[in-house]
């Protein structure tokens, strides 16, 4: 499922009748099976981006087209938009209202003409895939389960449609650095098997890390966008480290002023220490 957007843009309606312009003219396109990674400050735009990715809003001006074909039109299945996009919002464990896990992760499966046991088979291997016991957990109610429970239910009730696109926005906000590593891996895992994955997040390591492209956006804006590696050195250079640099990157910079240049492509811990190790072993990086 490749997406295309083409001079996307979105305005909010106050009750005032005052407009807010979140996204202003945005053209951009996903491949298939990538895993991209949105990045940019509070208020850029970002949720609202998503929101239009999943047909949760219609765009005021500009298109979105999944496979060529135009989501916004007349006529668009919005029933196969869903379960082609499936989007984990922040704070996905306050979306929980059934009254078993079980009910609670089938619900996204109703409209999709399954049977009743194909409807079970795709709840046990979303929960079982999300790491939980399905016999023990499917009868529990969601309310009686941990806060990261209950975040790992409501993962399984996105997944369980298998969404060919899978949108998390700020997955890993609030998790602890265990959890968070888990739960990246996990996202790496879907990727691997082929679904196309978008990530919103603040957190310039996981994006460093995890993701093939970037789209950065500043005021609605899109201000760049390439692969991961291309896009941290452009916004560095940019931005002289005010915005955008990973940790890898700042302590580069510090070595820099201390005589010791190393490559200029370093952004993870990963690339430095291997930098780090070459010079040490007398090679001297590029
Ligand atoms: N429901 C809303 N009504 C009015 N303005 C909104 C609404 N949601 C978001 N906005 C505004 O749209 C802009 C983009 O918001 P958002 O997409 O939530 O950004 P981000 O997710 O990057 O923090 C901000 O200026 C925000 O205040
Ligand atoms: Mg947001």
């Not at 999943?54 to 869903?82: F, H, K």
Request: charged residues 25%; aromatic residues 8%; glycine residues 12%.
């Amino acid at each position: 499922m490749s997406i295309k957007i083409e001079k996307l843009s979105y305005s909010y309606t106050l009750p005032s009748g005052e407009k807010v312009e979140a996204l202003k003219d945005i053209t951009c396109s996903i491949e298939t099976g990538d895993f991209v990674g949105i990045m940019g400050p509070t208020g850029c735009g970002k949720t609202t981006f998503i929101q239009l990715l999943a047909g949760l809003r219609s765009p005021t001006g500009g298109r979105i087209y999944l496979d060529g074909e135009d989501i916004n039109v007349r006529g668009y299945d919005r029933n196969r938009l869903r379960r082609t996009v499936g989007v984990v919002f922040q704070n996905p464990e306050y979306q929980l209202f059934a009254a078993t896990v079980e009910k609670d992760v089938a619900f996204g499966l109703k409209y999709n003409g399954l049977s009743r046991s194909e409807v079970t088979g795709r709840v046990r291997w979303a929960l079982e895939t999300m790491g939980f016991d399905f016999e023990k957990v499917r009868a529990q109610s969601p309310l009686a389960l941990s806060g990261g429970e209950k975040r790992r239910v409501a993962i399984a009730g996105v997944i369980a449609t298998k969404p060919k696109i899978l949108i998390f926005d700020e997955p890993i906000a609030g998790l602890d650095p265990y959890g968070r590593r888990n739960f990246l891996q996990f996202i790496r895992g879907m990727n691997q098997t082929g679904t196309t994955v978008i990530m919103v997040s603040h957190n310039l390591e996981a994006l460093a890390e995890y993701t093939r492209h970037l789209l950065v956006l500043e005021q609605g804006r899109l201000i760049d966008s390439g692969p991961t590696r291309e896009v941290f050195a452009r916004l560095q250079q940019r931005n002289n480290g005010a915005f955008g640099q990973t940790e890898a990157q700042r302590i580069v910079a510090l070595l820099a002023e201390g005589n010791l240049a190393l490559s200029s492509a370093i952004i993870t811990y990963d690339d430095l220490l291997s930098a780090l190790k070459q010079e040490l072993n007398g090679g001297g990086a590029g």
